[in-house]
């Protein structure tokens, strides 16, 4: 059995993670905003609802007063918010506010450092300890994207992942980046990856994939490290 401690876990890919990772006997503490619909579930997983707001500087402390004395045998971080119409063929970074600018980079990289930060102390108890962080193809080489401060985050996390790594090697903590292209996260994962793909024509990448990838790397012994995955869409030319 393993506990799990999931943040960004409402929906899309966290409440897909969330439903889709752990097995039956495992525990999962779901980090979000608002309340997610899978602690409704009744599939032999329990699963508790720590409400934070990432955007907060006292998440973290919320976090791991949840936590108390708990041990965390993988840590998956999928946190992340983008610029107001940044997929739009509209949008320009000549727009961007600086209040908006500024947290962004607090969501997607201040927090993510403070959290990881605050927890170790329950990942270094468990002995197959593993911490799984989830960024973009946007923050790889010639991604072609204009998001100057997603971008840029999305680069951050990878930093974040190199340097984390390390940090946490004497600990025997395997630290993971999965960069993933774009994703048919409006589809629920309930509904089946045939759904998803044929929604979008087969160009975007069903969660499922995404749940697969990260529960092989879950699956691996002490021994073993992944450093880094990148799944861009396989009609993606660019990445």
Same mark, same amino acid.
Do not use: Y
């Given at each position: 059995m393993k506990t799990y401690l999931v943040f960004g876990a409402s929906k899309g890919l966290g409440d897909?993670?969330?439903?889709?990772?752990?097995e039956q006997g495992d525990k999962v503490w779901v980090v979000s905003r608002s309340k997610p619909e899978s602690l409704d579930l009744n599939? &032999? $997983?329990?699963?508790?609802?720590?409400?934070?707001?990432?955007?907060?500087?006292?998440?973290a402390a919320r976090v791991t007063d949840k936590l108390a004395n708990e041990t965390v045998d993988v840590l998956i971080y999928n946190v992340g918010i983008w610029e107001r119409e940044g997929f739009e063929e509209h949008y320009t970074f000549d727009k961007d506010e600086p209040a908006d600018i500024s947290r962004l980079i607090h969501v997607n990289i201040t927090s993510a450092i403070v959290c990881i930060q605050a927890v170790l102390?329950?990942?270094?108890?468990?002995?197959?300890?593993?911490i799984i962080l989830i960024g973009s193809t946007a923050g790889l080489n010639n991604s072609n994207s204009?998001?100057?401060?997603?971008v840029a985050s999305k680069f951050a996390i990878? &930093? $974040?992942t190199e340097a984390l790594r390390e940090h946490t090697r004497k600990d025997g903590i395997a630290v993971t980046c999965i960069n993933p292209g774009e994703l048919a996260a409006e589809i629920p994962y309930e509904e089946g990856s045939e759904r998803a793909l044929a929604a979008y024509n087969g160009t975007r990448i069903p969660l499922?994939?995404?749940?697969?990838?990260?529960?092989?790397?879950v699956s691996l012994s002490k021994a073993a490290c992944v450093k880094e995955i990148n799944i861009p869409a396989l009609t993606d030319l660019n990445t």
């Open positions: 897909a993670f969330v439903r889709g990772v752990p599939d &032999g $997983i329990n699963r508790i609802w720590i409400q934070a707001d990432l955007s907060e500087l006292n998440a102390p329950h990942i270094r108890q468990s002995a197959v300890g593993k204009t998001q100057v401060s997603f990878r &930093g $974040i499922q994939d995404m749940v697969a990838l990260v529960k092989c790397v």
